[in-house]
């Protein structure tokens, strides 16, 4: 089956320290994004990547760290800087760049 | 103000209601539409991708969009309990390069056998 995975589902860290977010792809996508949800607010872009080794950063990069080394993965670091790293984290891709396709979500939840 | 409104609600339905989301918009550069179904706890899954104007149906899903208003509108027929979920309105510019798509915040629906 083709889709987006993300793992962990859920995951736990301590305050400082850094956590990695994992996101493949096999629908053969060229771009993908991830953004994170907080409730009562809409998805909020974090960074995007249009095609691999390139990606830009969205609305709130800010304490967040991607790489894009192959086609199918887009995993998102959180590191120490990011102030308010608890929230719902969603990877999604698309060809066009308006209809895309989002993964199950990582529950990061730091304390 | 926001670049997309969208009433949180929650509405609740009795099973077998047409229901109604809406989302208004402000950018009048957004061609492309889309609609999300979001249970709790998962990813958006996309139910409905609609280019500028008009209608576009999909089994007892409608889209509507009308630019002239700036207001795209999602009708459930025949509602059934497993509809209950948060829809996300989605839309962004004209295509070429990348456009950003800018998400509502959501709609919860509960539909009441």
């Known amino acids: 089956d083709g889709g987006i995975t993300q793992s962990p589902k859920y995951l736990f860290r301590k305050e400082g320290q850094n956590v990695t977010l994992s996101c493949e792809q096999n629908?053969?996508?060229?771009?993908m994004y991830w953004y994170r949800q907080d409730p009562g607010q809409g998805l909020r872009l974090i960074y995007y990547s249009q095609i691999v080794n390139d990606f830009q950063k969205g609305d709130i990069a800010e304490g967040y760290s991607v790489s894009r080394e192959k086609k199918e993965s887009f995993p998102l670091t959180v590191t120490s800087a990011q102030k308010n790293p608890t929230a719902f984290y969603l990877c999604a891709s698309s060809i066009s760049g308006s209809e895309q396709y989002f993964g199950p979500g990582t529950r990061l939840t730091v304390t | 103000q926001k670049e997309v409104e969208q009433d949180p609600g929650p509405l609740s339905v009795p099973e077998g209601a047409i229901v109604s989301l809406n989302c208004t918009y402000s950018?009048?550069?957004?061609?492309?539409f889309m609609w999300y179904r979001q249970y709790s706890r998962k990813g958006p899954e996309l139910l409905m991708y609609?280019?500028?104007?008009g209608n576009k149906e999909d089994g007892r899903f409608t889209a509507q969009v009308d630019k002239s208003s700036k207001y795209i509108s999602l009708f459930i027929r025949d509602s059934q309990p497993s509809d209950s979920a948060t829809y996300l309105c989605a839309m962004s510019g004209p295509s070429g390069g990348y456009q950003k798509v800018t998400f509502g915040t959501g709609t919860k629906l509960q539909v009441i056998p």
């Open positions: 609609t280019y500028s104007s």
């Open positions: 950018n009048s550069a957004f061609q492309y």
């Open positions: 629908l053969n996508h060229d771009a």
